[in-house]
């Protein structure tokens, strides 16, 4: 879930003291919970298990607020047991700042995983910063913009199996974002570099898959790459002609019945007009966390991260990871420069079968960061 939003910060703070009550207060939160769907269990009898979970939030961006989670958990063949659980999960808020907005991820295992349905997006009013392209830029304090952003996005994917764990497939991105509200109009960034503020991009993707993981939206075992390549061009309604490259690698090592080790590398290329909306951004809540997303912005950016995943007694775990990442105009150059640093822990809370609210808690250089979602990193 990329909504970088601390929704469930009450509800975590209730979880963390409960464990050091005793067995009767722990019944006492699972009926509440259960009351909401949050059972740490699936009925696939149901067309869609769902657990919502609300609570209250508060970040320097965007002040006190209030947010929810919901996820559902189903198989659309319910006769297809050795089919993986499909999910579909919404995330929403708003805060004191005026910021709003939900964001959605979809997946969904059909024909006894021979066919594969993936859907993200998000939907988004917020106060943001703009400090303009390249380290140098992130670095600095005198270019930056600030500005409110007006965002709305979507990725549907579909994938066919073409041999054991290995897909391909189709998909189209499209992401509109508009700046308005400019302050410090003399010297800010997007007058300095001369950015148009409102950007709508459009491609087609085409995408590749080895996926061995047991359960996508949370693994315990398992590794998977995936690789896309997306064309934007006019045909599709794209202000901009570009092209993006992503390539993902995870490995995941249960170490025992409660420990996991995760190990991720990420790497994004661009070529083309690319416009500032769509350059890839160093530092967000799942590649780099630590930083202000959208600080850190280039062409190309290369990320590898490692995590150890613990998981303690009834709904309770915790995670540590350390991390680092490198951007640059040219892919020549991605190994070059400025390396970032990531180090971090985080709590998790599992309220439906095998997913997770975490709240994380990341260091970059000369930066920090708080993360509360569904869903792990990576």
Known sequence: MRLNISFLCGLLTVSMMSQATVITSRNAIDRFLNKLGADGKADTRK?????????????????????????????????QRHTPLSS?????????????????ENYTFMADDRWRFYLSGDLSRRPLHYWGEGFRAGRGQRGKQSYDSAKFSGVPRILYQLADHTYAGLGWSFSYEGASSLQHKASGSFYQQNEPRHIFSSGASALFSYDSRDFVANPS?????????????????????FDAFDAQYDYYHAVNDTSLVAWEVYSRFTNGQVPWTMQSLLGDSHHLRGYYEGRYRDRNMLTSQLEWRKKLSWRH???????AGNMSDRPSEILDGHWLPSVGAGYRFEFKKNMNIRMDYGLGQHSSGFYFQVGEAF
Do not use: C, K, M
């Not at 775990?317 to 991390?323: K, M």
């Open 47 to 79: 067309t869609i298990d769902w657990g919502v979970v609300p609570g209250p939030f508060y970040t320097p961006e965007l002040g006190v607020g209030v947010g929810v989670a919901a996820v559902g958990l189903y198989r659309p063949d319910e006769h």
């Open 88 to 104: 579909l999960s919404f995330t929403g808020f708003a805060s004191s700042t005026g910021a709003f907005g939900v964001g959605y």
């Open 221 to 241: 075992r398992g590794q998977v790459l995936n690789l896309s390549w997306t064309r934007y061009t006019s045909a599709f309604a794209s202000n901009n002609r």
């Open 317 to 323: 775990g915790v995670v540590a990871w350390v991390g």
